[in-house]
């Protein structure tokens, strides 16, 4: 609007300057002036023309603009009444859903029928290679582990694992099953129901692997570090057929926990019926006599528990120290015990670095020798060259392990190992390790030195 005023002041202004100049002329000044002054004068009002219609079209621009602004601003007038109003119906319903908690409903029974049923297939493979001293190098082991998990419900749940299993040197070349020299063996290592019976404790019954330590639950297999188990796992038993108790209680807020486990199981046995020394069987024969009948034979099972607290310090700082033991009668006749007990514990600093380990006994008597008192130990430390941070190729891939384990049987061996090893992590979970062993024992049969090469696969 403006411009348009000023705009109309200066055509005003150009005809009364001409009108000055016609006024201000005699007739004989007007008849005299010269085509070039008339071209001038021309040229002058043909530019203030010019300059009168460009502020036209400035003028209808800003009209223009001004009108999309006024449209603009009243749009975004609308859509801040409407944010206001879905905020107040989101605080209404928020209200009202709070209100809604505030009275529970009554909780209906759960049908087994409509709960949604979960099956999940997890576990491990290797395949290893062992050169030991005095001896050919060959591809020793094959073996395949499948877990099949399975829920039932809210608070069911069944496990089960399976060993498949190919070993070399095994079979009778020339017989009808193992005609390459091979064994093949398939065993059931666990199987068992269990029954969460609140956020505290777990009913759990079937074949067990037993909380005697930690490595038979958590070390065995692809989580091991090292490609064979330490000597001193063979003193107890792994599994058991049988009912636990277990769970955790939390110790304050900080994250610390109180892990508890207590058992009964069938427990060792005898592999003759006899009460020899060197008839026990940790893997729980106890049907079996001397003349081949089989029966249970044992009056008591074997009962055992574990306590152990775990203590957090912050991410991936953490300690944890257990306890646990069992015992029960293992000879046929009922007259002799056998009693075992661990201490184990485990200790990360950062994620990089870790070591734990487990000190066994084991009691047991017997017909021949008297109380047989076995012993062994192992401790286990890795450290993942990724803590380094050396920008190297495959350096942050690769973890070194050693590991130091001791196997006394009470009736005459003693077995010292030393081991070195890596593991490379061509993913997460597909490993290649190798440890080189050095032995010394009293056996004559076990190999000074020994190379063990496996690719593992966890799934």
């Known amino acids: 609007m403006k411009k348009t005023i000023k705009t109309r002041r200066l055509m005003i202004g150009l005809v009364a300057a001409a009108g000055a100049v016609g006024m201000g002329l005699p007739p ?25 219609q460009s502020l036209r079209q400035t003028n209808i621009l800003d009209q223009q603009t001004h009108t999309q602004d006024v449209q603009q601003l009243k749009e975004l007038q609308e859509k801040l009444a409407a944010t206001k109003q879905t905020a107040e119906d989101a605080e209404q ?93 398939l065993n059931l290592s666990f199987a068992q129901l269990d029954y969460v019976m609140n956020d505290y404790m777990t009913l759990c ?8 330590g930690t490595y038979t639950e958590r070390g065995a297999g692809w989580l091991n570090k090292i490609p064979d188990d330490p000597l001193a796992i063979d003193l107890v038993p792994g599994s058991g057929v049988g009912a636990e ?58 009962g055992g528990a574990r306590l152990a607290v775990f203590l957090p310090f912050k991410p991936h700082y953490d300690l944890e120290l257990g306890i646990s033991g069992q015992s029960g009668e293992w ?51 890795g450290y993942k060259l990724a803590g380094l941070n050396l920008e190297l190729p495959g350096i942050n891939n690769l973890e070194m392990v050693g590991r130091y384990d001791s196997y006394r049987d009470g009736m005459g061996t003693t077995t010292d190992r030393y081991t070195l090893g890596y593991i490379y992590y061509i993913t997460n979970a597909l490993l290649f390790e190798g440890d080189y062993e050095f032995y010394n024992s009293s056996d004559p049969t076990v190999p000074e030195t020994q190379l063990i090469l496996q690719m593992s696969y966890g799934f």
């Not at 004989?28 to 203030?48: G, H």
């Not at 019954?205 to 005697?212: F, I, N, T, V, Y």
């Open 28 to 52: 004989q000044a007007t008849a005299e002036v010269s085509d070039a002054d008339f071209n001038a004068l021309k040229q002058m009002v043909q530019q203030l023309s010019e300059q009168v």
């Open 93 to 185: 319903k928020s209200i009202v859903a709070a209100q809604a908690q505030a009275q529970p409903l009554p909780r209906a029974p759960i049908d087994e029928a409509t709960v949604n049923h979960n099956f999940m297939i997890l576990g491990d493979a290797e395949v290893q290679y062992v050169n030991a001293d005095k001896q050919n190098g060959s591809f020793e082991m094959a073996d395949f582990a499948p877990i099949f998990l399975y829920r039932g419900g809210d608070n069911v749940l069944f496990e089960a694992g399976f060993d498949f299993g190919l070993q070399n040197n095994g079979g009778t070349p020339g017989s009808d099953n193992n005609s390459s020299g091979y064994t093949t063996t």
């Open 331 to 381: 000879d046929n006749a009922g007259n002799h015990l056998c009693t075992a007990g661990v201490l184990d514990a485990s200790l990360h600093l950062g994620s990089s670095f870790e070591v734990k380990g487990e000190y066994i006994i084991s009691r047991f008597g017997s017909d021949d020798l008297g109380t047989i008192r076995q012993e062994g130990w192992w401790v286990q430390a």
């Open 205 to 212: 019954a079937g074949d067990l692997l037993l909380p005697l």
């Open 245 to 302: 108790l277990r769970g955790a209680v939390p110790l304050g807020d900080s994250g610390k926990l109180l892990n508890y486990a207590v058992y009964g199981v069938d427990g060792p046995g005898s592999v003759d019926g006899t009460g020899s020394a060197d008839q026990l069987d940790v893997g729980g024969n106890m049907g079996i006599t001397s003349d081949g009948t089989t029966a249970n034979l044992h009056n008591h099972p074997t």
